[in-house]
């Protein structure tokens, strides 16, 4: 079964960077697309990032381009999102997911059938 653990979030300043880790086991086939998705309190979750492990294809919102970078070290498999100049609004629990799909735009819940616990980051301001 697919396992996936997040890790890395905190209480940060505003300005100031995280890396967070999704570590995945478990999975069936060799290549796959890991995402971010984040949920500020009293909103809905909705996808941030995504990486396919195929050919490394990348997407971003709008709003963290320039600012977050998702990249995936097969060998351990593992994703990272790293997170810079960070901002209050930024502030969420954010989770990874998997799906057997390719990352070819915005992640949508209802494509991803495995998740992570989530991981909180709070920036203050």
């Known amino acids: 079964e697919v396992q996936l653990v997040e890790s890395g979030?905190?209480?940060?300043?505003?300005?100031?960077?995280?890396r967070l880790p999704c570590a995945a086991s478990g999975f069936v086939f060799d290549t796959y697309t890991?995402?971010?998705?984040?949920q500020a309190p009293k909103k809905e979750r909705e996808g941030v990032s995504c990486v396919s492990t195929?050919?490394?294809?990348?997407?971003?919102?709008?709003?963290?381009?320039?600012?977050?970078?998702?990249?995936?070290?097969?060998?351990?498999n593992t994703v990272?999102?790293?997170m810079s100049a960070l901002k209050p609004d930024d502030t969420a629990v954010y989770y990874c997911a998997l799906y057997y799909g390719y990352c070819g735009g915005k992640p949508l819940i209802v494509e991803y059938d495995y998740w992570g616990q989530g991981t909180q980051v709070t920036v203050s301001s």
């Open 54 to 76: 195929s050919d490394g294809n990348t997407y971003y919102a709008d709003y963290v381009k320039g600012r977050f970078t998702i990249s995936s070290d097969n060998a351990k």
């Open 34 to 38: 890991i995402a971010w998705f984040l």
């Open 9 to 18: 979030g905190g209480l940060v300043q505003a300005g100031g960077s995280l």
């Open 80 to 82: 990272y999102l790293q």
